[in-house]
């Protein structure tokens, strides 16, 4: 028989785009939940126009990041330009348990369906708002992604070097932290439905929850007002601490040292040379003292190495040890492969795609990925048509106007 997922039967407005609303009503997808993805053909979910894009033709359905966010969900177009959208949107929300957006603050007051207005005729209904400094304040009207937020939360100044500028995050930083912290979010609010029958406003600033990840920084100002900044791959507890390079083209491997017993281990491993008795190597203090000489030692010597050598020789000593692996290794690591991160379905456009799982595994109500993120209005006649009811002469009338455009 077939395992129950964990959110059957709950259904869910999903009137989001980019990375955080999009990923967050994903976990609800993936483990049952019926999730309508609205957005339109004139202003598209911005994860559509964002490449890397399959044979780089960069079309809104050939992006690699859309389908990979929005797996088993149902995707409608809606232009909320007109008044039949506002309608139409009335009719998903009086449908759904959850109404997930992601809009500047103020977007969707602007058509109706704020929060308070929402609230009077579905007091039941689980309303999350998403962006990236929450819905009110001095900063609530700052805009832009997760790039721009991680910047604000002061996430680059800690990263890169001390005689240099600070760095960029490849991918938008705020975006992959708040997802999590909004997942959980939402389903504390689910939970509380479930009992009491009420609904909630959850209101994320997603600089918020990204600075979590600062703690420790923000403890060092608050007791010792220290400002940390950039400081390469050091770290105050540790030596040896950084990414050595190692045999091959840009393979490296992070080693990291943070006690006299992983500091032996370490010397014994790689055959305890006499630079690893000298005085100024002997004690933590003295290593940090001395860090540029070691770090240059340490890579003499695992540059003879392959990467997966010198973790593998760490590891089993006891020294924490990782090879710096690039996205082609992650396809082929032996550790993802066994547990079934990468499903491969078939795109209608882009064709065979493999599609990484969630992080962890649920043994009572297993998580399935069915289906890939769908096409601009895949799914337009089913929801327009089954889940809503709407006749063909208001389907037609729609679609001559330019509704579903």
Not at 151 to 173: C, K, M, N, Q, T
Not at 243 to 250: F, L, M, N
Not at 363 to 371: A, C, G, R, V, Y
Request: charged residues 25%; contains cysteine; proline residues 6%.
């Amino acid at each position: 028989m077939e395992k129950k997922r964990v959110f059957e039967g709950v259904k869910v407005v999903d009137f989001t785009q980019a990375a955080t609303g999009p990923l967050a009503t994903k976990y609800l997808a993936d483990n049952g939940a019926t999730v309508i993805h609205i957005e339109s053909r004139v202003r598209p979910d911005v994860a559509r126009v964002s490449g890397p894009f399959k044979d780089n033709v960069s079309d809104p359905d050939m992006s690699a990041w859309f389908p990979n966010w929005s797996t088993n969900k149902l995707g409608i177009t809606l232009n909320m330009s007109f008044p039949e959208a506002k309608e139409i949107l009335w009719k998903l929300i009086m449908w759904g348990d959850v109404l997930v957006e992601s809009f500047s603050p103020g977007v969707m007051g602007r058509w109706g369906v704020g929060y308070e207005g929402v609230r009077e005729k579905r007091p039941d209904i689980v309303y999350v708002s998403t962006c990236q400094m929450g819905q009110y304040g001095p900063w609530s009207q700052f805009r832009g992604y997760g790039t721009h937020g991680a910047f604000f939360a002061g996430f680059p100044e800690l990263i890169g070097w001390p005689d240099r500028l600070p760095s960029w995050f490849y991918v938008p930083h705020n975006d992959w932290v708040s997802v999590r912290t909004l997942a959980v979010a939402l389903i504390g609010a689910l939970a509380y439905r479930r009992k009491t029958g009420r609904g909630q406003h959850i209101d994320q600033a997603q600089m918020e929850a990204a600075s979590h990840l600062l703690a420790p920084v923000l403890m060092d100002y608050a007791v010792n007002c220290r400002i940390q900044t950039r400081d390469g791959n050091r770290l105050p507890g540790a030596a040896p601490h950084s990414a050595y390079p190692c045999r091959g083209h840009e393979r490296w491997v992070a080693i990291a040292v943070t006690t006299d017993e992983e500091w032996q281990a370490f010397c014994k491993v790689i055959g305890e040379p006499s630079w690893t008795k000298d005085p100024k190597f002997s004690t933590l203090l003295a290593r940090k003292e001395n860090e540029d000489d070691l770090n240059a030692l340490v890579g003499e010597w695992t540059i003879d190495f392959l990467a997966e050598e010198v973790m593998a020789k760490m590891q089993a000593a006891g020294v924490p040890a990782g090879v710096v692996q690039t996205n082609e290794d992650l396809f082929k690591d032996p550790q993802l492969r066994h547990r079934g991160h990468w499903v491969v379905m078939e795109h209608p456009r882009i064709g065979p795609y493999s599609f990484d799982a969630a992080a962890f595994k649920l043994s009572k109500t297993p998580m399935e990925l069915k289906t890939p993120g769908p096409v601009l209005g895949q799914h337009n006649d089913y929801v327009y048509r089954e889940i809503l009811g709407m006749c063909d002469e208001q389907i037609e009338d729609c679609l001559v106007k330019g509704v579903f455009e």
